[in-house]
């Protein structure tokens, strides 16, 4: 069975800076990419950053050069960094990882969320 546990969500002021990370756990091979997905009240869930298994990375536009997404393979950690918080990134945000399996196929997991608001 395999598992993502987020952590580091919270309420901060605008401006602010808060740091997600979300540790995979299980049996598998190995993962692929790891990604932040976040959805607000009454939005669809959307993609925030992506990070594939060789470094290559995707910001969605409104995020771009104020977060950054990491991965610590030795930890099976993904981390995301978030700086100059906006009240607009609100939201639940949700890890997703791509898994490599014992039998060899491939799936991917989310975690349970964790809420971030930003707010004076």
């Known amino acids: 069975q395999v598992q993502l546990v987020e952590s580091g969500g919270g309420l901060v002021q605008p401006g602010g800076s808060l740091r997600l990370s979300c540790a995979a756990s299980g049996s598998f091979i190995s993962i692929n990419a790891m990604g932040w997905y976040r959805q607000a009240p009454g939005k669809q869930r959307e993609l925030v950053a992506y990070i594939g298994s060789g470094g290559r990375l995707n910001y969605a536009d409104s995020v771009k050069g104020r977060f950054s997404i990491s991965r610590d393979n030795a930890k099976n950690t993904v981390y995301l960094q978030m700086n100059s918080l906006k009240p607009e990134d609100t939201a639940v945000y949700y890890c997703?990882?791509?898994?490599?399996?014992?039998?060899?196929?491939?799936?991917?997991?989310w975690g349970q969320g964790t809420q971030v608001t930003v707010s004076s």
């Open positions: 997703n990882a791509v898994f490599i399996l014992m039998d060899r196929s491939m799936y991917d997991y």
